[in-house]
């Protein structure tokens, strides 16, 4: 009887709340498509409202007025009268609007004819009748439009400068892996080099743009070492089917390559003193002269940056600037930012660079002319997230960052231009939420979005100039959601292990959540230091709905180690994967648990995928006090069978002890709670094995789990599967629920 009733319950819990987390009631006016005419001053867009409903609004972006585009019943009237078919106030039938401003009139679509509208007296004429349609805008208004639409193309892309060649009649060729000058018409054959080999060839061969000098490069090929997956189960039946590939591992060797110049006159070879190029192939940028060449090296391991210009006469070498720390230099996954390669400036002997040496992300204005860094151009204690737009002729940049509202969410993203000396520094947006910007054709105005996981959005109309607030817009209505029992999930920030620092996390509760009641606890993990992942943006669909519609509170945090923040919360990471960031997040969960008694610190589980798999097997090896299920899938369990380019950027190079330290495999003894493994057998991205030594690391310490292997899967959690196990896991291992047996069906 008792199991009866567990499985009632659960049934009734899987049928009334959908897996899907999609919102029942809907959101309106959470974006404006703007249009904008009449010199970019004036713009128009559609609310499309509850029932149907609509209305258009027109701004008048000069004056700061917001206002219904027209008489929304008159012409509803309007189009009655001239036998248009059925038309309300709120349903009008129409599209494809244009003002006219000059004539006070709207022309538009109504099924499949076009009109116009003069509002002045709403009289309509047909606007396909060339009797009746008005005459086609000349003058200054043909002018504009012919602009409008020129500046809808997309800009032409900037064109490199036209090649040189050799001032003789000489190409040059690689033959058995040397560097070969033949003449045009093939009578004379001179060989450059001597020390090309098959293990370490020449390649990338080009004249200097002066013509006078050979650049090229001698390459060994990496170790293009395999992985393997085995299709145990392939559609049509027959014998599984074996796939391999290149997959480098930390430690293995890249492709290596070395720097050298050839004087075809001299037959002089130069081995510029750069060092061995051992991580992404080379890329030169030639300068003006044709002689010099700047180059960007990033050394393996992630921890020196140099722009070397190299002159090919000379073969002499200088840094435009080096880079170096003792953790890392971030590289990769940074987001878009110019770090390891510059955004070089067109027009100048210029280029922006980014970096976090002074503790937080910030741009940079490299002087290639005279070397170093001629201006910092952003500062303070607060993160660039990325560039929008450089704007040479102005000398100035447009950017998103976060954390320079102090009040505010840190990793809240605002909108900002300043100038490349660093000077007028004007914030774009200000409002208190997450902000994404639409810019009006000419730049001078934008439409500013910004949301909260808390907060629906809200649109605001900002002048460029100064970002004040010209007018608002609109204010999203979820009224049909919080009619549903939609609730926004909780912002919750507490103190980190140091004490100080403010750790921000967001509290998802059960539907039918009673404060009376006590509920465990399940945080989704994903502690990847490329980024910050707990959800800034609005969402209207419910989080995590398979989880608190069976009565559990997830909770998802950024802690140390992640992107985002400062250098030194990033550099929490550095050779120490394992951390995950668990010493600020067990004191959060803790902290959110002393305010809320009904949150249970004692029932806590955690699950994730990929470097979310590895973060919450490490929560039950590393943190078995207070973790106790976790549920991983994909995980890449050791940083040294993982893919070289994400695991050496934190975990550093060359490999050493602190690999094993953070090594789930090393580390599989330690397991006291609860744990399930899932992988895919066709993960092409953590691969398979990774999962499959763990497995038996656990069954050599003796330890009990529970694995999940699923045939022809890939890199994820397995479906809608995975998910079901993942909710029993937890069902009987934190609320002591036996699931139903679904074998009995």
């Known amino acids: 009887m008792r199991y009866l009733v567990r499985l009632l319950i659960f049934a009734t819990v899987m049928i009334a709340f959908p897996t899907s987390g999609r919102a029942e009631g809907r959101v309106y006016k959470a974006a404006i498509k703007p249009n904008w005419f009449q010199e970019n001053q004036r713009f128009w867009y559609r609310n499309d409202l509850q029932n149907g409903q609509r209305e258009f609004v027109l701004v008048d972006a000069v004056k700061g007025r917001r206002a219904l585009a027209f008489d929304h019943e008159r012409l509803a009237q309007a189009l009655v009268k001239a036998g248009a078919g059925d038309a309300s106030a709120h349903r009008l039938p129409i599209d494809e609007l244009e003002f006219e401003s000059e004539h006070h009139a ?64 000489w190409k040059h060729s690689v033959k058995d892996h040397n560097v070969i000058l033949q003449s045009k018409d093939g009578d004379q054959k001179v060989q450059l080099s001597t020390d090309g080999m098959e293990s370490n060839r020449y390649e990338k061969v080009e004249w200097a743009r002066d013509g006078r000098m050979l650049v090229a490069f001698r390459s060994s090929p990496g170790e293009r070492k395999q992985a393997h997956l085995i299709e145990s189960s392939p559609v049509g039946g027959g014998r599984a089917k074996l796939s391999s590939r290149p997959y480098a591992l930390p430690g293995d060797k890249y492709p290596c390559y070395e720097l050298n110049l050839f004087d075809p006159e001299t037959k002089k070879q130069i081995k510029p003193e750069i060092g061995i190029i051992d991580y992404q192939q080379p890329s030169i940028r030639w300068c003006e002269d044709g002689r010099r060449f700047l180059l960007s090296k990033v050394d393996r391991g992630h921890q020196r940056v140099r722009l070397i210009e190299v002159d090919t006469h000379t073969g002499e070498t200088r840094n435009i600037f080096d880079e170096q720390t003792d953790t890392f230099i971030w590289t990769t996954h940074s987001g878009g930012l110019p770090v390891g390669r510059p955004r070089w400036l067109n027009k100048t002997k210029e280029a922006i660079y980014a970096s976090e040496r002074d503790g937080w992300c910030h741009l940079y204005l490299v002087d290639l002319e005279k070397g170093g860094i001629k201006k910092q151009i952003t500062k303070g204690k607060y993160v660039v997230r990325g560039i929008d737009r450089i704007d040479e002729e102005l000398r100035q940049i447009w950017f998103r960052a976060s954390a320079k509202n102090r009040r505010q969410d840190p990793y809240l993203i605002h909108f ?12 774009l947006t200000d409002g208190n939420g997450n902000h994404t910007v639409q810019y009006s054709p000419d730049r001078k105005y934008i439409i500013d979005t910004y949301s909260r996981i808390d907060m629906a959005p809200v649109h605001e109309l900002r002048r460029v100039s100064n970002g004040k607030k010209i007018c608002d817009l609109e204010t999203a209505d979820i009224a049909e959601l919080e009619k549903d029992g939609w609730e926004p999930p909780e912002v919750f920030k507490a103190k980190g292990r140091d004490g100080k620092t403010d750790i921000w996390g967001i509290i998802c509760r059960p539907r039918d959540f009673d404060p009376k ?96 798999g590895q973060n919450a097997a490490a929560a039950v090896l590393f943190h078995p006090e207070f973790y106790k299920a976790a549920f991983a899938s994909c995980g890449c369990h050791d940083n040294r069978m993982d893919k070289v380019w994400w695991n050496e950027q934190w975990m550093g190079y060359p490999v050493g002890p602190h690999y094993a330290e953070s ?83």
């Open 517 to 612: 009641k006590e509920y465990p606890i399940v945080e989704y993990i994903y502690a990847g230091p490329q980024s910050s992942f707990v959800p800034k943006t609005f969402k209207a669909s419910r989080l995590f709905t398979p989880l608190t519609d069976l009565g559990f509170i997830v909770v998802q945090i950024d802690g140390m180690g992640t992107a985002n923040r400062s250098k030194a919360f990033h550099d929490v990471c550095w050779h120490n994967l394992k951390d995950g960031g668990f010493l600020d997040r067990i004191p959060w969960i803790k902290a959110a648990a002393k305010k809320y008694p009904y949150m249970d610190a004692t029932r806590v589980g955690i699950y994730g995928n990929s470097a979310g």
């Open 106 to 169: 709207l022309t538009f679509r109504a099924g499949d004819q076009r009109w116009r509208c003069d509002l002045e007296t709403y009289a309509l004429k047909s606007a396909d009748n060339p009797e009746t349609v008005a005459q086609p805008e000349d003058g200054d208004g043909a002018k504009e439009k012919q602009r409008q639409a020129d500046e809808k193309k997309p800009a032409p892309a900037p064109t490199e400068p036209e090649k040189w060649t050799h001032p003789d009649q």
């Open 663 to 745: 090594s789930n495999i090393d580390n599989a003894h330690r397991l006291k709670g609860r744990l399930m493994l899932l992988v895919g057998e066709l993960d092409k991205n953590v691969p398979p094995e990774s999962t499959m030594r763990l497995s038996a690391a656990l069954i050599k310490a003796g330890k009990d789990f529970d694995l999940i292997v699923m045939p022809g899967g890939g890199h994820g959690p397995g479906g809608e599967y995975g998910a079901r196990r993942r909710n029993n896991f937890f069902m009987k291992h934190l609320q002591g629920i036996e699931p139903p047996n679904r074998n009995a069906e």
């Open 416 to 427: 900002y231009r300043v100038n490349f000396d660093g000077s007028g520094l004007v914030a």
